[in-house]
């Protein structure tokens, strides 16, 4: 059953969730069209990768990852921004909202390859409280391939070193060595012309991502059996990854959007992964700088009502 107003869709209990757990699921939030406009949207970016398109890719199964699909699809455009999505994440944070990036994940129908425990926030140049992804998915999502969070990870206060980047205590033949081994016995990505997980020095100062899987008992994990209409939101320092080796007979097709509140700034990481978005380097961003200064290269999307 479809519910009618943001209202119904965010109300207290739901927020009070989403700020004590780092994420909430909204059943019920997305109609038909907005649905089979998503599906487009991310079957046409599929079929028609870019150079931003890179893959994971294992003897078994295969994750193919498009940074900014958005920049290339009126459909996935219209979608971040015209969806209730916008208003869902301001009703959260109560505040105004900028869409800051968006990513695809397809994953061939077959047997599913796992997405590892990570943090979103130390892969790119922002830093705040107030970074939201939309996860959303044309598709049935089951519990054991679905998005799922170690509840609270969010308040911990630790931002993680990235799973991706060079070591850079490694030499160059050791590097090459290191990828040719992932090639041949594990996964190993395959990258895009424009960009690749591996480009990038990984930052050894920031503390290594917790071995989760390892010890899964001893932690808070919360996930969801996923609809077509539902929408996951979570916080962008919340730890989170998605289970794998099962077999769908679909593809499992999801968009993930990152929103910004009005406390996110731009912060240059010494191990960024993701890139910033093209426009933004003629703007010459400095650290501490408020997304709100760049304009419409973070469109903003929604605002409170006078008087709210």
């Not at 046409?44 to 920049?71: K, T, W």
């Not at 900028?98 to 129908?109: E, G, H, L, T, V």
């Not at 932690?219 to 209409?229: E, H, M, Q, R, V």
């Not at 992964?273 to 760049?294: H, K, M, R």
Request: aromatic fraction near 10%; charged fraction near 25%; charge should be negative.
């Amino acid at each position: 059953m479809m519910v009618s107003s943001i209202e119904e869709m965010i109300d207290s209990e739901k927020s009070a969730s989403f700020h004590r757990d780092g994420a909430v699921l909204l059943q019920g939030v997305l109609d038909d069209k907005w649905v089979e406009l998503l599906a487009e949207g991310l079957d046409e970016c599929y079929e028609e990768p870019d150079g931003m398109s890179s893959a994971l890719v294992s003897p078994e199964s295969e994750l193919r990852i498009d940074q900014f699909p958005a920049a290339r699809s009126e459909k996935l455009k219209k979608f971040i921004c015209e969806s209730p999505l916008p208003a869902l994440v301001g009703a959260i944070l109560g505040g105004p909202i900028r869409f800051y990036m968006d990513q695809m994940f397809y994953k061939p129908a077959g047997r599913l390859m796992p997405t590892p425990w990570h943090q979103d926030t130390s892969y790119y140049n922002v830093e705040g409280h107030d970074l939201v992804r939309a996860w959303v998915s044309p598709d049935i999502v089951p519990r054991e391939a679905s998005l799922e969070i170690v509840k609270g990870s969010h308040l911990w206060n630790i931002t993680y070193r990235p799973l991706a980047g060079r070591d850079p205590d490694l030499s160059e033949e050791e590097h090459e060595a290191q990828m040719s081994m992932a090639r041949e016995f594990g996964i190993y990505e395959r990258p895009g012309d424009d960009f690749s997980y591996n480009s990038a020095i990984m930052d050894k100062s920031l503390p290594e991502t917790p071995n989760i899987e390892a010890s899964r008992g001893s932690f808070d994990i919360l996930g969801w059996d996923y609809k077509p209409s539902d929408v996951i939101l979570f916080h962008g320092n919340v730890l989170h990854a998605a289970q794998g080796d099962i077999d769908l007979s679909y593809p499992r097709r999801s968009h993930a959007i990152m929103y910004a509140g009005p406390n996110i700034r731009y912060i240059h990481r010494p191990g960024q992964i993701i890139p910033d978005p093209a426009a933004l380097s003629e703007q010459n961003p400095q650290t501490g700088q408020p997304l709100s200064e760049f304009g419409e290269i973070f469109p903003l999307l929604w605002a409170p009502s006078p008087g709210n």
